[in-house]
């Protein structure tokens, strides 16, 4: 019940700033035929996922798209998946569900770009996403390109829980698509779009997204090979205890670090780690990327992100739903002495061995810790029938002041050739260290947020 009351005031002021700039947009609802006559329930995991943002990307065109194709496809997609177009509501036995009623209904906004907007757009490449940040999030507000938001301002109201912006210049054209994150994750949001664009190329062409049903028996089925106290430790700590000691934080203590990374530094990264490994050891990029991050920061555990779907039979890998798992790691050779290949065997042991990172959770916190996640893999760029140009991303300030206190980490790729990372949660020193980290690799599209930053412009 705490966690549904927790509507924060930046959150309020965001969707205000949304609000007034979408009042210029043409909004049309998206509504199937016919709603299902059962409603979904949430799985615990769905739950956890309550002060993340919307599940968002905005996707750039060279010249025009046919919007009425993209909103007849959208409600093809729509049909086929209702749950998009229903609304949270509490139920009887204190969990959430997905009803469906009158003010059912996804929101599809389109409007004109003016001139100067559309020369703003174009001007943000990865690199000034990365060095003006907080500029870029306030652009896409002012915009009017909807987030569904966090999950305190869906709950028992009539939020919609997919959102679509086309928004038409003279030379460019973008669409983005939201997704709330109590109803599925970043392979879910993913998994819409790739249906979408699949729909516009070849009308009723797809099906359905597989249900949600399976996925807390297939997490427990991976965590029946963890010990007892593995198993106890994990349910204590997430989403309870993280979510305390997150919640607990000063947010002016804390800062954001955004880069921007070419391919070449990813493989600098990669072929530096290779030097200090056994000969033959497999490892990928992404493993030699978090043991970076934690010698950089002095990490005495780690934690990353692991899609549950296909990894048993009986989850398909266009579930819907929350289908991830956290897995847990430490360092052999102890605190910021990592190794890429600290993190290939968590992943070879599917997480079996972290009681000693899960023991330091517990007992000290968020501290000195780094949890990573990577959109790489699930990243789906459309066509729509145009010339594509990038995939980017804006968080929300509504849902920024709660990522800002997370020791967390995430990397996506704009479009070949570079990548864009988030590091949140960094004290002083540790920002400085990170942001002089990545410079010394080459990176000198690298900026640092403060807390106070990020308050002053909330409350603009």
Known sequence: ?????????????????????????EVHRIKPDKFPVNTVPLTKLDVSMMHFPGVTAHNFFRGSLDVEKLKASLARVVANNPSLAGRIRSADDGGLEVHYDNSSGCHFY?????ED?????????????????????????ELGIANTGPGPLQID???????????????ISTVSLSVSHLLGDGATKMNVLKLWDQEFAAPNSTT????????????????????????????AFYPHIYEKHVLARDLKQ?????????EETMKNIKAAEAKHTEPGAVFSGQDALIAWLGNVLGAKWFAFTVDLRGRAAGLKKDAMGNAFMTWYGTPDRGPGQFSAMDVRNTINTQGRDGALALEEA?????????????WVKLQHQPQFGGTFIKQVRAIGSGALPFLFRLNYHVVYQPQKGEYVMYHF???????????LAWRKLGEDSVNCVSGDELMTMINE
């Open 1 to 25: 019940a705490l966690l549904k009351k927790r509507v924060a005031g930046p959150a309020r002021a965001a969707m205000r700033r949304q609000l007034i700039s979408a009042l210029a947009a």
């Open 110 to 114: 389109t409007r004109a770009l003016a």
């Open 117 to 141: 907007m559309e020369a703003q757009l174009e001007d943000f490449d990865s690199a000034k996403i990365a060095q003006q940040p907080l500029d870029w999030e306030a652009l896409v507000e």
């Open 157 to 171: 109201k009539d939020a919609p829980l997919l959102t679509a912006t086309y928004l038409q210049g003279k030379r």
């Open 208 to 235: 359905s997204l597989s249900g949600r049903e399976a996925v807390e028996a297939i997490d427990a089925h991976v965590k029946s090979a963890y010990s007892a106290w593995s198993q106890a430790a994990m349910e």
């Open 254 to 262: 804390y800062n954001m670090v955004v880069v921007r990374i070419k």
């Open 362 to 374: 517990l007992f000290s916190g968020l501290e000195d810790s780094i949890d990573v996640n990577s």
């Open 425 to 435: 949660g960094l004290r002083n020193d540790e920002a400085a260290r990170l942001q």
